[in-house]
């Protein structure tokens, strides 16, 4: 669905990553791991044809990418809500659509009937009139998933979906795609600072740091000396009651300079020295 070969991405003098090889299946579930600054947004970003790589080529179901095709449905970073915030629920999925099928906006029966179908499929029908500024974070989240779903997609980019949720709405999210993924194929990138929500989930693992990479199943790549390789220190990665943490990874980053649609998404180094977060 994605092929990315001997891909990299730089600004300017800053490589961020290079030499990745990335093929995605129809159905898999790819999580994408890393610290911050380690180049997690501008992956989605290449993938939906926002970032020109710096290196090595890129190809969506078979062809360049391009920008805004119609067959990737892409979850954002939680942002300020600001214009939103009055927006009915039901308005967001359906300018979802609007962007591809419909052409200008219009009322047709057929577009309201898709967008209760779309509503109803990430549970969120009971919100459907609600504005958004007035859902917590889990609910914005389902109707978030419900746009990037509008257009039926093929392939969906979620980037970081899981902020500031609390576990039972992180395992619903994540269940959520995890479904859509097995009932329609759809090729799923995750990136999550948290994995133990997409852990059962992952089929593989791409994990970035360092201008480097790792990729495998989560075993292959969640491993002591898989990552110790990649941070080239002493990394440990222990497996308590189920969950993992990664224990001695140096954080990456001071402070990443902001720059315009790059939200970093926590504190300096918030990729705490146990690294993936319980
Ligand atoms: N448009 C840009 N111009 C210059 N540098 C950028 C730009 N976008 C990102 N960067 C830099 O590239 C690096 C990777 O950023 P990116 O946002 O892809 O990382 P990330 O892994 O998603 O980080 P986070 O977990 O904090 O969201 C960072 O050092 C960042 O400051």
Redo the contacts with the bound molecule.
């Keep these: 669905m994605l092929s990315l070969r001997g891909a990299a991405?730089s600004?300017?003098q800053?490589l961020?990553w290079q030499g990745l090889d990335l093929d995605l299946r129809p159905g898999e579930f790819l999580a994408v791991l890393?610290?911050?600054?380690?180049?997690?947004?501008?992956?989605?970003?290449a993938l939906l044809g926002r970032?020109p790589l710096s290196a090595g080529t890129l190809t969506v179901l078979g062809r360049a990418a391009h920008k805004g095709g119609r067959h990737i449905g892409y979850v954002p970073?939680q942002a300020a809500l600001s214009a939103q915030a009055m927006v009915r629920a039901r308005d967001l999925v359906r300018f979802g659509m609007d962007g591809h099928r419909f052409g200008p906006w219009r009322r047709t029966e057929a577009v309201r009937r898709r967008v209760d179908d779309v509503l109803a499929s990430v549970g969120a029908s009971a919100y459907a009139d609600v504005p958004v500024g007035m859902l917590s974070g889990g609910e914005r989240q389902r109707v978030r998933i419900g746009q990037a779903l509008a257009t039926d997609p093929r392939i969906l980019l979620c980037?970081?979906p899981l902020l500031s949720l609390d576990l039972n709405h992180q395992r619903a999210i994540t269940e959520l795609v995890d479904a859509r993924r097995r009932s329609h194929g759809t090729g799923v990138v995750f990136?999550t600072?948290e994995i133990n929500p997409v852990l059962g989930m992952a089929d593989r693992v791409l994990y970035?740091a360092r201008g480097g990479h790792r990729i495998g199943t989560p075993d292959e790549v969640l491993s002591s000396q898989s990552l110790s390789q990649l941070y080239g220190t002493q990394v440990d990665v222990v497996r308590v009651r189920g969950r993992v943490v990664v224990v001695g990874a140096p954080d990456e980053?001071a402070a990443?300079?902001h720059?315009?649609?790059?939200?970093?998404?926590?504190t300096t180094g918030?990729?705490t020295s146990d690294g993936v977060r319980p």
């Design positions: 991405v600004y300017g800053r961020v890393g610290p911050n600054g380690s180049g997690k947004s501008s992956l989605v970003r970032q970073q980037d970081e990136v600072h970035l980053v990443p300079p720059h315009p649609g790059h939200e970093t998404t926590g918030s990729h």
